[in-house]
């Protein structure tokens, strides 16, 4: 009798399948899991614990107790220092927050003309440091500045500066949550308001505006707290007003009392936690209130509203072109602002700056090996995450620790990492000071938002296809590296840029980690501004802006191209 061959196959069945090359794989996630967890504990979880303990201890190391805190909380000073940065927190939100709800709805709810255009400047402030905008200002209405006239008895230099400073800078953060608010709301909604006869202002407040409320509670939240945490703006045209995040750096490196800037970083990290909290909080009700069914809302012409809405967009694109013109302009002029001749000798590092060049290639080596590791690191750890099938607490876990690096402030985290690496005892003491410690620090504080990303492009793949590879005994890491890479290779350029780009823009995050051989472009902008050398620390961060715009551009075309080769399967 002959044997047709498939009837000679052995069979399998399916908990065969399922098992076969169980253990190694459940052994390789194991690994990750751990190495995952080994990266979190002693680029997070550590340095903060190490922070909060050097705030109970004296400057010889001895337990003191709450001591530190209560001669901190009984400074005079204290209460105007922490009035200063919640009443700047609230103002800049509310401004920025109703700024740039006006222009995402002008991007999403109207038929004006170059909306791509208007897109892009509003996102330019992404590609900078935030001590570019300061400096812009320094140059308007500074002492010597232009247009210092326009701003009366008033000087720029305080809570003014910081509030046009620090505004420009999170603008196009709070811009991009309201424009995917506002672009997920549900055409039908509209079309019954118009059949009842609802005018347009009652259709904005009873339709609009409660399908955006998690949007814009989300970008006041992440508005609020890039404020309060942020460094570079406070410190370069803050003059004598005090906030938080700088009089951690005043107690650190002015005052060397390590202990007291613990503490201030203690209650630094209160508001940002909380902001955390609640942003968790919003993203889950934003996630609730989805419709996969929803139609997208497409706009129809209205003259009045599209004209009004063009306006709008062109009022503040002019000024944020004013403020980036400025900068660059001001890098090179000869000197400000009594020889007005164009010149590139503020470019020329090697003759009028003690650092030369070597800030800028630092500052391109971090970005580069930042967004190569980050991103590596980020999508292992997020695939084992969603399609790992064992260890369900290591993976929550590891979720856990992921969501908590966005609370922790880079200057708080950049203090943990001082008390953490730079002990005596420590074996790892070696990296302080050195650029894999600067790239560790940048991976673990801009984490959380490469693996949200991570995820969500993850979930999008089709559960059939590791169906499909169970039942052909294909094992995961197969699967991952011949399906689940090429699927994702435009999302893994989207963590790179990002990574890459607030790898060359930081200045909290780093502020207390490098040494002479490893500075930085933005810390030496910082340094050479505060050493009155204004047109240096602009040409310095202009560089900075053309070398992030650069690598964004060729982002973009590669994109573009794998979008085409590589989703195809995603259209209908």
Known sequence: ???????????????????????????????????????????????????????????????????????????????????????????????????????????????????????????????MPSLLPAISLVYWFGNQGIAKGLLGDQSIYGPIGIVLGLGFWCFPHALMILITALSHSDTRLYEAARVLGSPAWRTFITVTLPAARYGLLSAAIAVFTLTICDFGVAKVIGGQYSVLATDIYIQVVGMQNFSLGAVTSVLLLLPALLSFALEHRVRSKMQEQSNSRAIPYQPTPHRLRDLLALLWCSLWALLFLALVGMAIY??????WPY???????????????????????????????TAISGTVIIMIIAWVQEKGRNFALLRQLIHLLAMLSLAVPGIVLGLGYI????????????L???????????????????HMTALTSLKQLPKELELVAMSLRISQFKMFWHITLPASLPVLLEIFIYL?????????????????????????????????????????????????????????????????????????
């Open 1 to 127: 009798m002959t044997h047709s061959p498939l009837t000679t196959l052995p069979r399998y069945s399916l908990g065969q399948r399922l098992c076969s090359g169980w253990s190694l794989d459940k052994g390789i996630q194991l690994a990750l899991l751990l190495l995952g967890m080994a990266l979190f504990a002693g680029g997070l979880l550590f340095p903060v614990l190490y922070m909060l303990q050097k705030s109970l201890q004296d400057s010889d190391g001895t337990w003191i107790g709450l001591a530190n805190f209560r001669d901190y909380l009984s400074t005079p000073s204290l209460g105007r220092t922490i009035g200063n940065t919640l009443w700047l927190g609230f103002l800049i939100t509310l401004l920025v927050t109703t700024i740039a709800f006006g222009y995402a709805y002008a991007l999403t709810r109207t038929r004006m003309p170059g909306k791509s255009l208007f897109r892009l400047i509003a996102l330019v402030p992404l590609l």
């Open 419 to 430: 008390f953490f690496f730079n002990r005596a005892d420590s074996l790892l003491g070696g």
């Open 339 to 369: 020889k007005l001749t164009l010149t590139l000798e503020h470019y020329a590092f090697d003759s009028n700056s003690v650092y030369g060049w070597q800030p800028f290639t630092n500052t391109l080596k971090l970005g580069a090996f």
């Open 432 to 450: 302080y000071g050195t650029l894999p410690l600067m790239v560790l620090s940048c991976v673990i504080h801009y984490y959380t938002v490469g």
């Open 500 to 572: 890459f780009v607030n790898a060359m823009t930081t200045t909290s995050a780093v502020i207390f980690l490098y040494s002479s051989d490893s500075v930085l472009a933005s810390i030496a902008v910082l340094n050479m501004e505060d050493s009155g050398d204004t047109a240096a620390a602009a040409a310095m961060a202009t560089l900075i802006l053309l070398a992030a715009a650069s690598v964004k551009l060729i982002q973009l075309g590669l994109s573009r191209t794998l979008l085409e080769k590589t989703q195809r399967w995603r259209q209908g």
């Open 330 to 335: 001001g890098s090179l002029v000869q000197f």
